[in-house]
Structures are given as C-alpha cells and as structure tokens.
C-alpha cells in the first residue's frame, strides 16, 4: 500500500459491532472478563486498549515497521528506549539535540550510571572513535533542530549493524512523509506525535516503531511496568489528524521552500539553515534519504543583538511566537531562550544556537500571507 492510503486506512476496519467508518473512541480503563483470565485479549487500558491499538498500527505502517507502541509524550517514548539500558552502558548522540533530549540524558539518566557521548556526527565515521564494550546505543536526529543538520542514516546503520548496537532515529522533524529511517536499517524509529503526525497542535504524544520481536517485547514492557501510555480520546485525535498527514506535509514543503527562498536574499538575514538549499552542507544526503525539505527553516539576524532579537520575534501577525512545531498554523520560536534553554550555553554555542538564532515552523496558510507577516517583522 502506498502512503496517501496507509494514512487514511492502516490499522482501521469498520467497527463490527456497529459498521462505523471511524474507528470508536474506547474509553474505558477496564474490560469484562467472562471467568479469570477469559477476555477478548483486553484486560485494563495501561497496557491495551483498541482506539490506541488501531493507532499503533498505523503508525507502525506509516514506517514500515513491524510494531508501533504510542506513549504519552515523545519524551514518554524516549524514557521508554533509555530504560533498555543498564549503569555502565554507553550511548553515542549528536551535539545538535532537541534541548528535551539533551536533559533527560543529562540530567535523568546520567545519574542511573550511564553515560553519554555528544558528536558532530557531519562525518559518520566519528563514531568508530567512541565504541566501545559498553556502547549500547546509538541516537540521532536528522534534521536536527533547530540548524537543520543532515545526518547520514544509512551510514551510520552500517556501522551499528557490525557492532550489534541499537541505533533509534528521532524522526520528528522530517515526518514519515519525508523520511523512513527503517528501510536505511534503523532499529527503532522514534517521533514526538505532538509535532507533524499529530499536526494541529491538540495533542501531546509520542511512539516508536520497530520491526524487531524481542525488542518490541521489552518496550511493551517497559511502557505497561511504567505506565506512560495515552488515553483513548488523544489516539482518536491522532487518527484522525493522520488521515491527512500527506495533504498537509505536502503542503508544509510548498510553503517550506517559497519562505525560505524569500528569506535567502532578505538583507536583514545572516545564516539561513534549510536542507533544500542546493549549497546546504548535507544537501547531498538530504536528497539521497528525504523525499522532500520540509518547513522547518532557522535563521540568524544580522548583527542582532538579544533586544532586537525579542523585537523581530515579537512583531508578527500571522507566526505565534510558540514551542513546538508541526502544526498546521505557522509558529516562530527563540530557541535560547525557549526550546533549548536547558542546554548550556557553551554547549548550544557549539551547536551554533546563537542569541539570534530564530527557528519558524511553517504551516500551511496562503504562503502569500506568511510572506508579508516577515517582510512586516524584519523591517
Ligand atoms: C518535541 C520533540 C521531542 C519531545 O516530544 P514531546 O512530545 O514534546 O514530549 C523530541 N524530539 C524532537 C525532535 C522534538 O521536536
């Protein structure tokens, strides 16, 4: 099946009982059980329920995966993969992190004893230098937020694959419209749902998917031992928000591209980050893994200091000044001082996350109307 169809079907049958199109809202936390243990495969809503059971298929179809598990927020997800690990082992990321991940490794799990490595991961090869016997795991990002660095899947998966390690993707960013980080030999594939799956900015939720049994066990286990699974109304929302996840990505992209060409020549703009741009350091590895750029775009202000910076960030009509992104309306953020602003300064320096430093989801409005929105904000 191709994409536009998983989208709208995968996972989803009329319901037997009634014929209904749209699969129920089962909200319910427990189920009947004719004598102790004789029950439909449903015993209490931690661990199993049907809408959220529906969606887990369909996520796991939108990635080619094998299983799909749906979490009460991406970093539910991410908490979930941290706790395959033990004290002692080792974890390879990159230095360009959504400033969520960067504190739960940091800050949570690094006092359970394991330990982090953050690289420039522009050169895959990097990572030969850091394993080790204790190496478990590698995570990335790609694009990474918020300066769109291309990281190459395939390549690293070559080397996770001869070491036997578990390589997880975090692909919220590129949506799996844009990028199916599976079929160039991921283990798992995580996303924040909040963001491009989700789409309209009405529900915190994460997954991951993976093709492989054992692993699929472990995680489920995890996620009913500790309980960080979403109720029946969200998966419902989420479903539904999928059917049209094609529809709008594409339209992201549009939009996407036309901003971030507008933006290019605009004489108020340093640095303008977005992998569609043929001089884009990884423009090579964005066209080879992606189908598409997206509309993730982030900026510098030339010779802005921290007020004008407030200034611009401020001056908009139709972009909220918001975290997250994703959505179907367009949202600007000030990653120093929002989405990053738990990681230190030295550190997000590094990664080029400057005072300046603006990131814009575009949605998709009459592009037309965002156009203006920033000419009228940068003047
Ligand atoms: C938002 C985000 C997360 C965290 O997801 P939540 O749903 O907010 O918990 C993880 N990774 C990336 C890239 C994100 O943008």
Known sequence: MKFATKAIHAGQEPDPSTGAIMTPIYQTSTY????????????????????????????????????????????????????LLKPGDEVITGNDLYGGSYRIFTKVFANYGIKFHFLDLSDPEIINGYINENTKLVWIETPTNPTMQVVDIEAIAKITKTKGLIFVVDNTFASP???????????????????????????VMGALMMDDEDLYKRLWFIYNACGATPGPMDSFLVLRGIKTLHL??????????????????????????????????????????????GGMISITLKGADLKETFRVASSFNVFSLAESLGGVESLINHPVTMTHASIPKEEREKAGVVDNLLRLSVGVEDVDDLIEDLKQALN
């Open 32 to 83: 009947w059980q004719k004598s102790p243990g004789d029950n439909k495969g449903y015993e209490y809503s931690r661990g199993t329920n049907p809408t959220r059971k529906a969606l887990e298929a369909c996520l796991a179809a939108l990635e080619n995966a094998k299983y799909g598990l749906a979490f009460s927020s991406g970093m539910g997800a991410t908490d979930a993969v941290m706790k």
């Open 177 to 203: 419209y844009l990028q199916n980080p599976m079929d160039l030999g991921a283990t798992i594939v995580m996303h924040s749902i909040t963001k491009y799956i989700g789409g309209h900015s009405d529900v």
């Open 248 to 293: 709008r990505m594409k339209a992201h992209c549009e939009n996407g591209r036309k901003v971030a060409e507008f933006l290019k020549t605009h004489p108020k703009i340093d640095k303008i980050y977005w992998p569609g741009f043929v001089d884009h350091p990884n423009y090579e590895i964005a066209k080879k893994q992606m189908r598409d750029f």
